[in-house]
């Protein structure tokens, strides 16, 4: 399939060339930072840099919309498609009705619409990661389009998934819970400990036991452990003392504490 990317961040660095290895041809990569569109392309066989997003004239079929959230509707705004093109964003959280919305009222010629959704967390300029192992959703504006996306997305990963937006929305609240806020909790116990002049690596071992009797367990609440999950108040408010000169720190914990004893309550 001859295909075209719309951003060249994070999503699009691992994507554009699993496609390739998949044997499609990636024709062009716009990015409104034309550094980004360069370093993408020189990764890629046969791809050129696009200056505009008048991609009218382009052969591509697909064309890959890999922008942040935030920036979807203001590209569809500006965005020429040839007829009939597939436009496919990468989001979690952004509904399909969104897409076909912005295309029926910024589009002069009929487009299709998609979602192709990986649910993994890339980082650019890292090696190209494997898909094989990485969930896929999709879902297509009719019966076809949805078809296309599936098979597309076999030939990428083992594990696809037609999800409607609200059941992908959830799963991507589920993701950033899983991701983002375990990072975000490993940040702040870094911090802590290089306060004391302890390195980072002191928690290691404690972090990969952890996860890994999380992944093991067929529900990770089981293996819950800590002064919340035990009911030692002492240790709670000893803690809380610790923090009284980090208050945003002491509500984190708090929140947490109460959401722990709440779910193991007997």
Not at 94 to 107: C, Q
Not at 134 to 157: F, H, R, T, Y
Request: proline share 5%; net charge negative.
């Amino acid at each position: 399939m001859e295909i075209s990317f719309i951003g060249a961040g994070n999503m699009a660095w691992h994507l554009a060339p699993a496609l390739e290895n998949a044997g499609h041809h990636i024709n062009e990569v716009y990015s409104r930072q034309l550094t980004h569109a360069r370093q993408l392309v020189s990764n890629l066989y046969d791809a050129h840099t696009h200056s505009s997003l008048n991609l009218a004239d382009s052969v591509s079929r697909l064309f890959v919309l890999a922008v942040p959230d935030d920036a979807i509707d203001a590209v569809c705004q500006r965005l020429v498609l040839p007829e009939n093109a597939l436009l496919v964003h990468t989001s979690g959280s952004i509904a399909l009705s969104s897409l076909e919305d912005g295309m029926r009222v910024y589009s002069d010629v009929p487009v299709h619409t998609g979602v192709f959704y990986a649910l993994q967390t890339f980082t650019k300029n890292q090696p190209f990661m494997s898909f094989e192992r990485i969930p896929v959703c999709v879902e297509g504006s009719d019966a076809v389009i949805e078809e296309l996306l599936v098979d597309l997305a076999q030939q990428l990963s083992d594990t696809v998934y037609v999800l409607p937006s609200p059941e992908r929305q959830r799963l991507h609240l589920s993701a950033v819970f899983a991701a983002n806020f375990t990072n975000h909790l490993l940040g702040i116990s870094h911090d802590l400990i290089t306060d004391l002049g302890l390195s980072f690596e002191t928690l290691h071992p404690l972090i990969t036991e952890t996860i890994r009797k999380a992944l093991a367990a067929s529900n990770p609440a089981d293996v819950q452990t800590g002064p919340a999950r035990r009911g030692d108040l002492g240790t709670v408010e000893s803690h809380l003392g610790l923090l009284e000169d980090q208050p945003h720190l002491s509500e984190i914990y708090q929140v947490l504490t109460s959401n722990i004893q709440r779910v193991y309550r007997s």
